[in-house]
C-alpha cells in the first residue's frame, strides 16, 4: 500500500472512530424533552433524533458496530503503514537491523495508538457530552443511514446480546424506562442548587413539591377541637357575636354536634342574612374527604370543587378536623398571612427560666435568647428539632428534654408544633444533636 494512501486511511479511520464515539454518548447524553420542544420548532433533524433515543438499543449496537470496524481497520493500517515509514530512518541512525522492525512497530503503535484515544475517544466524547443536542443533529443522519446499511447484522448481534443478558435476568436498554425517580430529581436539583443554576428558594420549593403527595390531610388538618363552628340554628347575632370571638373567613356549620357538619359559610354571605334569621338560609354544601386523602389530589379536590374548605373524616365517619385550601398551598410556599394576621412575639419570657417560642423560631435565634449554645445543623427551626427528635406525631402536652433544656408542646397547627414552653433547668447547657 501507497504509504500516503495509507497515511489518509489510517486518518479518516481515526475521524470515523470518533464520529461513532461521538454519536454514542450524544445518544445516550441529550434529553428527550428537548427534542420534543426541537421538533415543535421545526429543527433539522429533531424527529430522526427522537427516533434514534426511542429504538436506543439498536442505535447503540450501531455505533458500537462503527467503533468497532473503525479501531480494527486502523490497526490493520495504520500501525503497519507508520511502521514502513519509521523502519528507514532508524536504519539511518544506525540501529541494528534486526531490532529496526520491532522499535518502528513499538513506535507506530504507540503514536496510533495517542491518535486513536486523544482524536478518535476523548475529544469527540468530551463535545459530545457538553453539546448532546448540536451533536445529534451532525450525526444522525449518517448514523441512521450506516444503521440501514447494516441493520441485519445489527439485529442479529443484538439477538445475540439480548439472549445472553436474559440470562442473568437483564433487559437490553430500550426495555428500561429513561424517567428519573424522585431521590434522583432531588439530587439533580440540589445539584443544579449547589452549581448555581437554580437559587436557594427555586431549590427548595422544588423539594417541597417533590414530597407534597407524601403528606396526607390528616397532616396538615386543624384538629376537631381547635376548629371555631357555627351553629345552623343561630340568628343573625349570635353568629356575628361568635365571629367576634373568633374572626375567620370561612366556618364549617354544623347542627348542634361537630360531627353533623351540614355545610360551610363564608363572612360575606352573612350581608344577605336579614336580624332574626336563621344561618340556614345562606349555607353552603360542604365537601368531605378522609384524613389519608393525599394532598396532591387534596389540591386537586380545592380546584373541581371550586371551594377552599373541607371537613376530614376519620376512619369511623367522624369529623377529624378541617383542612383549607389555604393549608394544602403553605406546605409549598411556607406560611401565608394577610393583615388580619396578628403575629405573636417569636420568643417571649413568660417567667424565669421560661419562655413561650412559635414553632418557626429559628434556633441559633432561640440559642442567643436563652444565652445557651446549640449545635444542631439538621434543623432550622424548633419544630422541626423537636417534631423528629420526638418520633411520633406531636401532641399538646408532649416533652421533650435535651441536655437541660426542657420543651414542651403548647399548641398544634398543621401537624407540627406551633407554640411551645421552653424551660432552663441550669446552666451553663450545651444543646447536641439529638
Known sequence: MDPAFGILLAAFLVFLNGFFVAAEFALVKVRRTQLQENLKEGTKGAALALHATHHLDAYLSATQLGITLASIGLGWVGEPTVARLLDPVFGAIGLAEQYRHGAAFAVAFTVISVFHIVLGELAPKSWAIQKPERMVSLVVYPLHWFYLVFKPAIWVLNGLAGALLRIFGLHTASDHETAHSEEEILMLVKASGQSGVLNPTEVLL??????????????????????????????????????????????????????????????????????????????????????????DLLLRDFQQWHQHMAVVLDEHGGTAGIVTLEDVIEQIVGEISDEYDVKPPQIEQVADNEWRVQGQARIRQIADELEVEISDEKHDTVAALV????????????????????????????????????????????????
Open 206 to 295: 422544588a423539594g417541597k413539591v417533590l414530597n407534597f403527595a407524601d403528606k396526607a390531610a390528616y397532616d396538615i388538618m386543624i384538629p376537631r377541637v381547635e376548629v371555631a363552628v357555627l351553629d345552623v340554628s343561630q340568628t343573625l347575632e349570635q353568629t356575628l357575636e361568635a365571629i367576634r370571638a373568633q374572626p375567620y373567613s370561612r366556618y364549617p356549620v354544623v347542627d348542634g354536634d361537630r360531627d353533623s357538619v351540614v355545610g360551610v359559610v363564608h363572612v360575606r354571605d352573612l350581608l344577605a342574612l336579614k336580624p332574626g334569621e336563621s344561618l340556614s338560609s345562606v349555607v353552603r354544601s360542604a365537601h368531605f374527604v378522609p384524613e389519608s386523602r393525599s394532598l
Open 387 to 434: 417534631s423528629d427528635a420526638l418520633k411520633h406525631k406531636p401532641r399538646r402536652g408532649d416533652c421533650l428534654k435535651l441536655g437541660n433544656v426542657e420543651f414542651e408542646v403548647s399548641e398544634i397547627a398543621h401537624g407540627r408544633p406551633s407554640t411551645l414552653i421552653v424551660r432552663l433547668l441550669s446552666q451553663p447547657l450545651t444543646l447536641l444533636n439529638p
